[in-house]
């Protein structure tokens, strides 16, 4: 059973970059064609996709945090991380790391499996 | 790029009522690519419907998804009171990959 759970620090300072990391556990990283995503949620608004790692194919990033994102991958723990530059207070959010469903390749890889999800303000 | 506009924003329902939540894109998109959500305070978001009309492992045959083109629906029959949440549609597409809607509240009346 794939578990991914989230770390980091839950305060950040303006302009600061943010880091988080993704331990995945029950399924290897390096597995294709799954891709490795993360998620945010600001206080009060939905869902916003922020980036998916393709072990096999890259990284693609929403075009709206593009120029301040970078998604990674660390085979030798099974983890894949987040960084998050220039930050704002507008990058205050709950940010989850979700995963397709690594066993069952579904058209349109929708994220059956999520972190519990940790909150990071940004605040000096 | 392709907007997913969610209608209601809030739906009002009382336990056993049958809720129906629409999503509208900007554009015609392939069914293969809807997936739909739902989302609870303080849980992980959990996914529903994929391929718009297939149901993710576990979830009860009480959600169907349905609709083609720029128009798609969750139904929700005989709503019990573990239902109530916020409810996403989410597109696969090219850029960006994911795109989310902005939600419907489902609450209690």
């Known amino acids: 059973q794939l578990q991914l759970q989230e770390s980091g620090p839950g305060l950040v300072k303006p302009s600061e970059t943010l880091s988080l990391t993704c331990t995945v556990s029950?399924?290897?990283?390096?597995?294709?064609?799954?891709?490795w995503g993360w998620i945010r949620q600001p206080p009060g608004k939905g869902l916003e996709w922020i980036g998916s790692f393709y072990y096999s194919g890259g990284a693609h990033y929403n075009p709206s945090l593009k120029s301040r994102v970078t998604i990674s991958v660390d085979t030798s723990k099974n983890q894949f991380s987040l960084k998050l530059t220039s930050v704002t207070a507008a990058d205050t959010a709950v940010y989850y790391c979700a995963s397709p469903n690594p066993q069952q390749w579904v058209s349109g890889e929708p994220f059956d499996y999520w972190g519990q999800g940790t909150l990071v303000t940004v605040s000096s | 790029e392709i907007v997913l506009t969610q209608s209601p924003g809030t739906l009002s329902l009382s336990p056993g009522e049958r809720a129906t939540l629409s999503c509208r894109a900007s554009?015609?998109?392939?069914?293969?690519?809807l997936a739909w959500y739902q989302h609870k305070p303080g849980q992980a978001p959990r996914l529903l419907i994929y391929?718009?009309?297939s149901r993710a492992t576990g979830i009860s045959d009480r959600f169907s998804g349905s609709g083609s083109g720029t128009d798609f629906t969750l139904t929700i029959n005989r709503l019990e009171p573990e239902d109530f949440a916020v409810y996403y549609c989410?597109?696969?597409?090219?850029?960006?990959?994911?795109?989310f809607g902005q939600g419907t509240k489902l609450e209690i009346k």
């Open positions: 391929g718009a009309s």
């Open positions: 989410q597109l696969y597409g090219n850029s960006p990959r994911y795109t």
């Open positions: 554009q015609s998109v392939s069914s293969s690519y």
């Open positions: 029950g399924f290897s990283i390096t597995n294709s064609p799954n891709n």
